[in-house]
């Protein structure tokens, strides 16, 4: 039997401005500007919210985590995808690997890399080794050259365990 594979997919911006913590993959790094929105604006732990929700036929973030709740005002993204993977759980749903992708002209963030992996797989409590995060930047094009904001992709691939064997 072919096994019950769900792909989803998730994008995310968020504009840079001064005066506001830089959150990456629920980590703080050091930069004169941070993302600004109604959460921590971890624009990575959100494309991956999102692309989990998608792959899960869960609608989207915005829906479920709206901008208008003051729950979820300046609350860590890391926790969104707590819920999320509780979500998940209750569905059957195995996190078989997640792959994203930071757009940014700066700062770098290989150093931080392992620990953003680590602290969204404890978050979504899955293996650090299934979750993968990448950067690049646009060559000073468009608005994350011009450093106004910053982009993220995730692409997430589940597993639905076998209603037989759970
Ligand atoms: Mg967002």
């Known amino acids: ?13 968020h504009p840079l401005v001064e ?20 959460s921590d604006a971890d624009v990575l732990s959100h494309a991956l919210g999102d692309a989990l929700l998608g792959a899960a036929g869960l609608g989207d973030l915005g829906s479920h985590f ?24 209750d569905k059957g749903l195995d996190i078989v690997n997640a792959d994203l992708t930071l757009v940014a002209e700066a700062p770098r963030i ?8 680590g602290r969204i797989a ?7 080794e299934r979750i993968h995060i990448k950067a690049t930047t646009t060559e000073g094009l468009g608005f994350t050259g011009r450093k ?11 597993l639905k365990k076998d209603e037989a064997q759970s």
């Open 1 to 13: 039997m072919i096994p019950d594979f769900r792909i989803g997919q998730g994008f995310d911006v």
């Open 19 to 38: 005066g506001r913590k830089l959150i990456l993959g629920g980590i703080e790094i050091p930069f004169p500007l941070g993302l600004h929105g109604h």
């Open 66 to 89: 709206p901008d208008s709740d003051p729950r979820y005002q300046g609350i860590s993204s890391l926790r969104l995808l707590e819920i999320i993977a509780t979500l998940l759980r």
């Open 110 to 117: 290989a150093s931080y890399r392992e620990a953003m992996q």
């Open 122 to 128: 404890a978050a979504l409590q899955c293996p650090p």
């Open 148 to 158: 106004e904001g910053m982009a993220a992709y995730a692409v997430v691939l589940l």
